[in-house]
């Protein structure tokens, strides 16, 4: 009886490979799928496959995050414009005040001329332009213009943006124009001081954006943040157009002249469209010329023998 007995194990208590076996073939077989898929990407089929299975589940399971994603850009977006709703409420009412005082000084000015009987005040005329490029040359600072010589455009012409004055004609060309910018190191140009209405030069320093204000006098009545406009005495530029505002003065004890750097208004990093303007020369009664002298006058004598 006890012969007729199976004494093998049950398959429960069966001994198959070492853990160490089994270790060491999955980690072999890791390596190889590794290997195998980095090089012949046996596996993209299937990842492929896999994601288009998943991909509704995927979805599925990020809408609420995309729903409060939503919920938080629309709540940011609103308050937002809300903001920039009041912003610009607030620059239209002031340009509205301004505008309005512009209108008021307009007409005063025109009383005060008609009673003072001067001339009527010069109208600038001036035409859009785009700027095609900057100059490539690393030593100036000038850009081109789509419009030139077939457009009305002439040399000395003064080019603006809204912040202020960006430059001048310098080149004219048949359908393009050179500018060269305020901050050019050649670049010259009369200013106004807004507070004290003293009159000097501004220069380009050539490095930057920056500018200078130069022969002034270590004792000038010259601050940080003065504004500084065109004077108008010039014949080029209209007076009265933003050019620059002082950020440093060093006055130095060991020289007569003050060292007065400005940072101009208009920026031309960025600027696609400008003014140009008719120079104010144009318009201007011409100069009175030195009456010629006689025919047969004679010329004072100087010295010489008699």
């Known amino acids: 009886m006890l012969g007729t007995l199976d004494r093998t194990p049950p398959p429960f208590f069966r001994q198959g490979p070492s853990a160490l ?26 990842r492929a496959a896999m994601a288009t299975l998943l991909l509704p589940a995927v979805r599925l399971l990020d809408l609420p995050v995309a729903g409060w994603r939503a919920a938080l850009d629309y709540a940011g977006g609103l308050q937002a414009a809300l903001g920039q709703v009041q912003t610009l409420e607030a ?16 007409q005063e000015n025109e009383r005060l001329r008609a009673l003072l009987e001067l001339r009527p005040a010069v109208t600038v005329r001036s035409q859009a332009a785009e700027v095609l490029y900057e100059a490539p040359d690393p030593f100036s600072r000038k850009v081109f213009l789509d419009r030139g010589s077939q457009h009305g455009i002439v040399a000395g012409s ?49 490095t930057g954006h920056t500018m200078e ?21 010039d014949g080029v530029y209209p007076s009265g157009l933003q050019v ?63």
């Open 244 to 306: 620059a505002r002082v950020t440093a003065v060093d006055r130095r004890s060991d020289s007569a002249f003050a060292r007065i750097t400005l940072a101009p208004t208009a920026l031309p990093d960025g600027v696609r469209h400008v003014l140009v303007l008719e120079p104010l020369a144009a318009q201007q009664p011409p100069r009175p010329q030195p009456p010629e002298p006689e025919r047969g006058a004679s010329k004072p004598h100087r010295g010489g023998r008699r």
């Open 158 to 206: 003064p080019v603006i943006n809204e912040d202020g004055v960006l430059g001048q004609v310098t080149r004219v060309y048949p359908l393009s124009s050179e500018v060269t910018l305020l901050v050019d190191k050649d670049a010259a140009i009369p200013v106004l001081n807004a507070r004290t209405e003293h009159r000097s030069a501004a220069f380009g320093s050539g």
């Open 21 to 46: 076996t089994k270790l060491v073939l999955c980690t072999a077989l890791a390596l190889f799928l590794m290997a195998a898929d980095a090089r012949f990407t046996m596996t993209q089929p299937l």
């Open 213 to 233: 204000l130069r022969f002034m006098a270590g004792n000038d009545d010259v601050q940080t943040g003065d504004v500084l406009t065109t004077s108008g005495v």
């Open 91 to 106: 620059r239209l009412a002031q340009q509205a005040e301004r505008s309005s005082r512009v209108e008021r000084l307009t």
